[in-house]
């Protein structure tokens, strides 16, 4: 395939609407990055579009709900999203010293500084990977890629190990794992005639498994709604109360002393590319900033260094995963990039990756080019609309988008993904596996262990099967 | 009287169950009326029956946008928009 202009132009546009939409979407309080990120993906890759299209859309949404994400938190202090819960603390410090607009700012660049430190970082981490390949004729990421199954088993275990449910974490990873591989295909284990006649012939992808993880905590909020002590406890009477700021205060100094941090952290932050985007986060936020004396310069370069490390995380994970690997080795390739990584079932290949991760569908160089455009043009407008028009951007999606249209709109592709996919066994797998994901998530064990138990699952099975 | 709404608190918003089942109703159906519809038109032309699943993606998405659209229109945002100074104390409408 080559790159044309015609091409060029499409990738442009793409990654523009996938802006446009993303920066909506972000700005919607409590939406989860995976939740809103995979659906799209799955239209995108189901409607065959080229795959440079998709990446351009891919990456341009991910730098674009990551930026967005914080300016709901700043000016309201309800969480954009998962990524953004660590902004509450130092944008509340900030609204109370009048510096919310301030905040928005600090934040915006903060992402930018995120992704102009992560981007060469992960290239040169891509590039000593092919040195060293081609000084020792050591192919290092084939050896890697070779035990995946285990070291999805070592990632579930160490992501376990750092989160705050260690044991919940530990013990999820077995019974989930062997439970999505059993479902992904009931043959290997048992010959039950009620699952053949459910699942009609059709061999299920990992597609209605990274939806059921996605949702399963709305999915089992909303289940837990039938239970009378719940509803009673959620239900809440009259409207939410949103209070806007407006200010345009300013700090006079310090402020290259916020950048120096946020690009330090970033730096760091790309580099623990392998761990959960949240955890890295919080632990090298507060790093960052426990010397600092001054509450408004603590809570400044708090909310910079947050946003720097979201981004510079997601992307490092996202393309060193890609050009290094070509398999999910980090959270936020395996949770809101796993379309991306899919390597195909049954001998085909994925979209991006071949089958058995035995390498890329597409030349290296030419998925770069589609991952520029997607940046460029996803952090050139986001953070341009951010730094401008942030306060009349929430005003209009809070007065005119409904909590519930965006929920229904997110269950209706989930419903339509999964039925095209495996009809009446897929959206049963859908409910069952996203209700125990959801009730997992709820007990301690996030999205990253469920993601790597859900890709070591068929060591499980073999495993089964070499005792029996 | 005006019968009020139950509403719940989900993903940091108040929104109301009804709404969302009477929306999630008409998005889905929607989307059954684009299944069945592509369906019955495969079983007619040859060239719909080779595209199927690519024709329900498209148009089953097309459904769903469409549906949003419907339900933007009539389910509105339970939310009050306020505008003050920064110098007040912040302050937010918790669960009861």
């Given at each position: 395939?080559?790159?044309?202009?015609?091409?060029?132009?499409?990738?442009?546009?793409?990654?523009?609407?996938?802006?446009?939409?993303?920066?909506?979407?972000?700005?919607?309080?409590?939406?989860?990055?995976?939740?809103?990120?995979?659906?799209?993906?799955?239209?995108?890759?189901?409607?065959?579009?080229?795959?440079?299209?998709?990446?351009?859309?891919?990456?341009?949404?991910?730098?674009?709900?990551?930026?967005?994400?914080?300016?709901?938190?700043?000016?309201?202090?309800?969480?954009?999203?998962?990524?953004?819960?660590?902004?509450?603390?130092?944008?509340?410090?900030?609204?109370?010293?009048?510096?919310?607009?301030?905040?928005?700012?600090?934040?915006?660049?903060?992402?930018?500084?995120?992704?102009?430190?992560?981007?060469?970082?992960?290239?040169?981490?891509?590039?000593?990977?092919?040195?060293?390949?081609?000084?020792?004729?050591?192919?290092?990421?084939?050896?890697?890629?070779?035990?995946?199954e285990?070291?999805f088993l070592?990632?579930a275990?160490?992501?376990?190990?750092?989160?705050?449910?260690?044991?919940?974490?530990?013990?999820?990873i077995i019974p989930f794992g062997f439970a999505t591989a059993f479902l992904r295909n009931?043959?290997l284990v048992?010959?039950?005639?009620?699952?053949?006649?459910?699942?009609?012939?059709?061999?299920?992808?990992m597609?209605?498994f990274?939806?059921?993880?996605?949702?399963?905590?709305?999915?089992?909020?909303?289940?837990?709604?039938?239970?009378?002590?719940?509803?009673?406890?959620?239900?809440?009477?009259?409207?939410?109360?949103?209070?806007?700021?407006?200010?345009?205060?300013?700090?006079?100094?310090?402020?290259?002393?916020?950048?120096?941090?946020?690009?330090?952290?970033?730096?760091?932050?790309?580099?623990?590319?392998?761990?959960?985007?949240?955890?890295?986060?919080?632990?090298?936020?507060?790093?960052?900033?426990?010397?600092?004396?001054?509450?408004?310069?603590?809570?400044?370069?708090?909310?910079?260094?947050?946003?720097?490390?979201?981004?510079?995380?997601?992307?490092?994970?996202?393309?060193?995963?890609?050009?290094?690997?070509?398999?999910?080795?980090?959270?936020?390739?395996?949770?809101?990039?796993?379309?991306?990584?899919?390597?195909?079932?049954?001998?085909?290949?994925?979209?991006?990756?071949?089958?058995?991760?035995?390498?890329?569908?597409?030349?290296?160089?030419?998925?770069?080019?589609?991952?520029?455009?997607?940046?460029?043009?996803?952090?050139?407008?986001?953070?341009?609309?951010?730094?401008?028009?942030?306060?009349?951007?929430?005003?209009?999606?809070?007065?005119?988008?409904?909590?519930?249209?965006?929920?229904?709109?997110?269950?209706?592709?989930?419903?339509?993904?999964?039925?095209?996919?495996?009809?009446?066994?897929?959206?049963?797998?859908?409910?069952?596996v996203?209700?125990?994901?959801?009730?997992?998530?709820?007990?301690?064990?996030?999205?990253?262990?469920q993601f790597m138990a859900l890709y070591a699952g068929n060591l499980f099975i073999t495993l089964l099967?070499?005792?029996? | 009287?005006?019968?009020?709404?139950?509403?719940?608190?989900?993903?940091?918003?108040?929104?109301?169950?009804?709404?969302?089942?009477?929306?999630?109703?008409?998005?889905?159906?929607?989307?059954?009326?684009?299944?069945?519809?592509?369906?019955?038109?495969?079983?007619?032309?040859?060239?719909?029956?080779?595209?199927?699943?690519?024709?329900?993606?498209?148009?089953?998405?097309?459904?769903?946008?469409?549906?949003?659209?419907?339900?933007?229109?009539?389910?509105?945002?339970?939310?009050?928009?306020?505008?003050?100074?920064?110098?007040?104390?912040?302050?937010?409408?918790?669960?009861?």
């Amino acid at each position: 395939m080559t790159i044309t202009l015609s091409l060029l132009l499409q990738m442009g546009g793409i990654a523009l609407l996938m802006t446009v939409l993303y920066v909506i979407i972000g700005i919607i309080p409590g939406t989860d990055e995976t939740s809103v990120l995979v659906p799209m993906t799955v239209i995108l890759v189901s409607l065959k579009l080229n795959p440079l299209l998709i990446m351009s859309a891919f990456i341009a949404a991910v730098v674009t709900l990551n930026i967005t994400d914080s300016i709901p938190t700043a000016i309201t202090s309800i969480p954009g999203g998962v990524m953004s819960t660590p902004l509450v603390g130092p944008s509340q410090t900030l609204k109370k010293h009048g510096y919310t607009s301030y905040s928005v700012q600090w934040m915006m660049l903060g992402s930018l500084i995120g992704v102009l430190v992560s981007l060469p970082i992960a290239l040169a981490f891509w590039g000593l990977f092919e040195f060293i390949s081609v000084q020792t004729g050591l192919q290092i990421s084939n050896f890697i890629k070779s035990y995946n199954e285990y070291i999805f088993l070592g990632g579930a275990v160490l992501m376990s190990l750092t989160s705050k449910k260690k044991l919940v974490g530990l013990l999820t990873i077995i019974p989930f794992g062997f439970a999505t591989a059993f479902l992904r295909n009931p043959n290997l284990v048992i010959n039950n005639t009620l699952l053949n006649v459910l699942m009609d012939g059709h061999k299920l992808s990992m597609t209605p498994f990274f939806l059921s993880i996605t949702t399963g905590p709305l999915v089992y909020g909303l289940f837990e709604l039938l239970f009378p002590s719940v509803f009673q406890k959620q239900q809440v009477e009259g409207k939410k109360v949103v209070l806007l700021e407006q200010d345009v205060k300013r700090v006079k100094t310090g402020t290259k002393k916020v950048v120096k941090k946020t690009a330090i952290a970033s730096a760091l932050g790309s580099l623990l590319f392998f761990l959960s985007p949240v955890g890295v986060t919080m632990m090298l936020g507060e790093f960052a900033t426990r010397d600092e004396k001054d509450e408004v310069q603590e809570a400044l370069q708090g909310v910079a260094v947050v946003n720097g490390l979201s981004s510079a995380t997601y992307l490092a994970g996202i393309l060193i995963s890609l050009f290094v690997f070509a398999f999910p080795i980090s959270p936020a390739a395996l949770g809101p990039g796993s379309i991306i990584f899919n390597s195909g079932a049954n001998g085909l290949d994925g979209t991006f990756i071949k089958f058995g991760n035995s390498g890329l569908t597409l030349p290296k160089g030419q998925l770069l080019v589609a991952i520029l455009i997607g940046l460029v043009i996803g952090v050139s407008i986001s953070v341009w609309l951010g730094m401008k028009y942030s306060r009349k951007m929430t005003e209009i999606v809070f007065k005119y988008i409904s909590q519930e249209t965006v929920l229904i709109f997110l269950f209706s592709i989930i419903a339509l993904l999964s039925f095209a996919e495996a009809g009446v066994y897929g959206l049963i797998i859908v409910l069952a596996v996203g209700l125990f994901s959801g009730w997992l998530n709820r007990k301690g064990a996030g999205y990253g262990v469920q993601f790597m138990a859900l890709y070591a699952g068929n060591l499980f099975i073999t495993l089964l099967k070499m005792v029996f | 009287m005006k019968k009020k709404k139950t509403m719940v608190s989900l993903w940091g918003d108040h929104i109301v169950i009804s709404s969302l089942f009477i929306g999630l109703a008409i998005s889905l159906l929607l989307v059954a009326i684009t299944f069945v519809v592509i369906e019955l038109l495969a079983h007619q032309y040859p060239a719909i029956a080779s595209n199927k699943k690519d024709l329900i993606y498209g148009f089953g998405t097309l459904a769903v946008l469409v549906a949003f659209i419907i339900n933007n229109m009539w389910i509105k945002p339970q939310r009050t928009i306020l505008t003050r100074s920064d110098q007040d104390t912040p302050e937010s409408e918790d669960p009861k």
